[in-house]
């Protein structure tokens, strides 16, 4: 291809492009692991909170079914426990996420209990993310995320994704099955031991992984 009189390559040509990017919530950029735990001290459940980068095991396998139970009848019914998460992002990743806006930017999120799209639209303003487009899937208790890697799927192929980032290894194995969609793991503690060969430690990198084609 020619554009005034210079070579452009299909890669630069891709890069010129809007991208389509979905964006997970919880373990990517809202530590719900920090919040969960919190709100089980405060309820005298647990002894010690934690954090996702903390966190040995994805969706605390380690609890008693009654204590997770208990702990969600509170987040269910709490109108801002989505929206005072603890972000894992730093200053500099949040600018990195900004700057993805000039892209088509989704929040694709798995999350249950009072408004939980207006109180995840209210924590991303909070960060200078004013007009997000937030997508709930329908989530159902005892665990919300079982149904999340085929929806998941489902809801980027419908877009037609081109980016996709996520911190749970089912879904990131199940999006990446569709043709077309880079799909990559936000790695921690908990997902070290999965065969992935798109995973990041960092926003930044995800970022940086757009940003470069």
């Known amino acids: 291809m020619y554009m005034s009189g210079l070579t452009i390559t299909e890669m630069e040509v891709k890069t010129m492009k809007r991208q389509k990017i979905v964006v997970d919530m919880d373990g990517v950029c809202a530590d719900f692991a920090a919040g969960f735990t919190k709100l089980g001290k405060m309820l005298g459940l647990l002894v010690n909170p934690i954090s996702t980068p903390t966190q040995a095991t994805y969706g605390f396998d380690d609890l ?89 799927r489902a809801f980027c192929k419908a877009i037609g994704a081109h980016w996709f980032i996520d911190d749970k290894p089912a879904i990131v194995r199940e999006v990446g099955f569709e043709p077309g969609i880079l799909s990559v793991l936000r790695e921690w503690q908990y997902s070290k031991d999965f065969e992935h060969p798109l995973r990041v430690t960092s926003f930044l990198e995800f970022a940086e992984m757009i940003n470069n084609g």
């Not at 998460?85 to 694709?108: C, D, M, Q, T, W």
């Not at 007009?131 to 709930?136: A, G, L, S, W």
């Not at 665990?143 to 998941?152: E, M, N, V, Y």
């Open 64 to 152: 008693p079914r009654e204590v997770k139970a208990l702990i969600w009848d509170k987040i269910i019914a709490s109108p801002r426990f989505w929206r005072d998460l603890p972000s894992l992002l730093s200053p500099e990743e949040i600018v990195a996420l900004r700057n993805l806006e000039k892209h088509e930017l989704y929040f694709l999120t798995a999350r249950l209990g009072n408004n939980p799209k207006g109180q995840t639209e209210m924590w991303l303003a909070e960060r200078g993310i004013y007009c997000p487009t937030v997508v709930v899937l329908a989530s159902y208790r005892p665990d919300p995320t079982l149904h999340a890697p085929l929806l998941k």
